[in-house]
């Protein structure tokens, strides 16, 4: 184990959400040398620097993985947007299991695979802010009827654009990852006559970055609660060229026993599975392989990329199907 003082400069996770047309993908265009997943061709007017259109989900799982391979392509990668994404996350859910529609599952088992799913892009985001790469996701915001339980009467307010199923929402889940969730939009005031006739005003476009009953917003900067709708003002947020992570000192790191751990230091193979795949002398490659034929991750992604779940449910759990499907059994 090592213990570590002080602030770590940390490359930062943004959502960004807001009415469509108000310039989330413009917004996003200053960051640091962007580079984007553009899942609707919203990019298609900006000079921008993209990566092919994706036409399934495998392939933005793909390009993240294209990205970790090359760290040095950018210093931001932009999903753009998520709610776009998640609907390729859908379509590949129904496509596995060879259902006509996310509701054809029954008593919510489709929402949870596509929680699922969409978590693992997020754990994938997660190792590019390691290699410090700045995420932002953006994604398009929708107002529902929000009803308080212990309150009389409901409001409504405007909420990410996606799955929000009790105990998988995808929604809450992206506000759980980032480090911001920025709300964008117009700042309308509204003012009474010499009728004394309410009469909307404004359209600036401003940006939220705290709680509100109206909307989600949150971030870790001590930022104010209402800015301008423009980069500038959250452009210290990011990481900089001359901010690294500053490595312990050797003589305060305590090195972990891979018997502590629970998992082999190099490849991060969970010890359980690693002592059957030695046993029954499997290669990771043999496993990938039988699990992207079974449509669970592209071939490519490697096991420490799994969801723990599915390694000790399936891989572990299922151990001796796996193995006769490696064997071909």
């Not at 310039?23 to 580079?35: D, I, V």
């Not at 392989?289 to 969801?307: C, F, H, K, M, S």
């Amino acid at each position: 184990m090592q213990i570590i003082t002080g602030v770590m400069p940390k490359a930062v996770k943004v959502v960004l959400y807001g009415p469509e047309g108000i310039g989330k993908s413009t917004f996003a265009s200053k960051a640091p040398e962007p580079l984007f997943t553009d899942t609707e061709g919203s990019t298609t007017r900006l000079n921008v620097r993209r990566l092919p259109a994706p036409g399934s989900f495998a392939m933005i799982l793909e390009q993240v993985q294209w990205v970790l391979n090359n760290p040095g392509v950018c210093k931001t990668y932009v999903i753009d947007t998520a709610d776009w994404a998640q609907r390729l996350c859908v379509d590949a859910v129904c496509s596995r299991y060879q259902k006509g529609g996310i509701e054809d599952f029954g008593y919510g088992k489709g929402y949870s695979y596509v929680f699922e799913d969409f978590g693992r892009l997020l754990n994938m985001l997660d190792q590019l802010i390691d290699r410090g790469i700045n995420v932002i996701v953006t994604a398009h915001a929708a107002m529902r009827k929000f009803e308080q339980p212990d309150e009389m009467g409901a409001y409504d307010r405007w909420e990410l654009k996606l799955i929000n199923a009790p105990r998988c929402s995808v929604a809450n889940m992206l506000k759980e990852w980032a480090d911001m969730v920025l709300f964008a939009n117009y700042e309308v005031i509204v003012v009474k006559n010499e009728d004394k006739k309410a009469k909307a005003q404004g359209g600036k476009r401003v940006m939220y970055t705290t709680h509100h009953p109206c909307w989600d917003a949150k971030n870790r900067f001590d930022l104010p609660e209402k800015l301008p709708f423009d980069f500038a003002h959250v452009a210290h947020c990011f990481l900089s060229d001359d901010q690294a992570p500053q490595p312990v000192p050797a003589a305060e790191a305590i090195p972990l026993q891979a018997e502590e751990a629970g998992q082999q230091p190099d490849d991060g193979i969970p010890a359980a599975l690693r002592q059957l795949m030695d046993q029954y002398k499997v290669t990771e490659a043999d496993i990938c392989r039988v699990v992207a034929q079974r449509g669970y991750y592209p071939e490519n992604t490697p096991i420490r990329n799994y969801d723990p779940q599915f390694i000790h449910g399936v891989l572990i759990g299922a151990w001796q199907q796996v193995f006769n499907m490696i064997k071909g059994v």
